[in-house]
């Protein structure tokens, strides 16, 4: 069986895949530690200046995935422990936060779909690089989901974050660089090599010099209240997932209608593949 997470090094450069194209890239416990063991192997290389965070085939990653998170969910005790969930996904916000803390310089690749949890992730990179074709967005604010490692208001601004937060809806390539939240736009079939192409001109500066300006910049972010966000996210992100109307989401997935559910969430939107033309 294929790993799930591939580490390269070349020319400086360290490249961390994520590596199940068949499921879309979504994210699983031996996904999100395999992405933080890599992190800390390219932190550790002394021949490494950066790092680049890149999805298999066509996409990022469409998020957690759903048949491991829910079947990991229904094996929780009858009556919900608020403290083992947040903990439980306090770990995950961790090994997302490997890439914040990183002292070397993080691109993140959003190709395809970057959706729900997998904002959580590649948004704690320092730079991203979109293709012109992908989208980004975290549909689960519609039902089953806060943000955990809350990024969006501290990259867009609040009145981005609202728009995009309160409503689920996905941000197309045009619009996340007007917005500020993507660095460079390119076409999919130039967006690896635009970020590798990024990624090695960091060679010419010092580590150290690299390390300090990263750790200033973050320190900011940090003064203004990004960890308590972060910790309350990850303890709404548990209390949604468990509101009458996420179980009953639940429930129709554990009877087999993923397909249904996700379409129920998202047909008002018109979003996420629920355009007027597919609407029942």
């Not at 306090?90 to 395809?112: D, H, L, Q, T, Y």
Request: aromatic share 8%.
């Amino acid at each position: 069986m294929a790993e799930s997470v591939l580490y390269e090094e070349r020319d400086g450069v360290a490249l961390i895949t994520i590596n199940r194209p068949e499921r879309l890239n979504t994210l699983t416990v031996e996904v999100i530690q395999g992405v933080a063991d890599g992190v800390e192997q390219a932190t550790s290389a002394s021949d490494v200046a950066s790092i680049v965070l890149r999805g298999a085939g066509n996409n990022i990653s469409a998020g957690y995935d759903l048949d491991e998170f829910i079947a990991n969910a229904a094996r929780e005790p009858e009556v919900w422990d608020p403290v083992a969930d947040y903990q439980s996904m306090a770990a995950n916000v961790r090994r997302f936060m490997k890439i914040w803390e990183c002292p070397k310089p993080v691109i993140g690749e959003i190709s395809g779909w970057a959706l729900g949890g997998a904002t959580d992730l590649i948004l704690c990179a320092d730079l991203l690089f979109m293709a012109s074709n992908a989208q980004i967005g975290y549909a689960p604010s519609r039902i089953y989901g806060t943000p955990t490692t809350m990024m969006w208001v501290h990259r867009i601004g609040l009145e981005h974050a609202k728009q995009f937060l309160l409503t689920g809806r996905p941000i197309d390539a045009e619009t996340a660089f007007r917005i500020g939240l993507v660095s460079h736009v390119c076409d999919p079939g130039d967006l690896s090599n635009a970020a590798e192409t990024e990624a090695r001109r960091f060679i010419n500066i010092p580590a150290n010099q690299l390390a300090l300006n990263k750790l200033l910049i973050n320190q900011a972010f940090e003064n203004m209240g990004l960890r308590t966000s972060q910790m309350l996210g990850t303890f709404f992100d548990g209390i949604a997932r468990h509101t009458p109307e996420a179980q009953k989401w639940v429930s129709q997935i554990n009877s087999g209608n993923v397909r249904d559910a996700v379409a129920d969430r998202d047909r008002p939107w018109h979003d996420y593949g629920q355009t007027p033309d597919n609407d029942r």
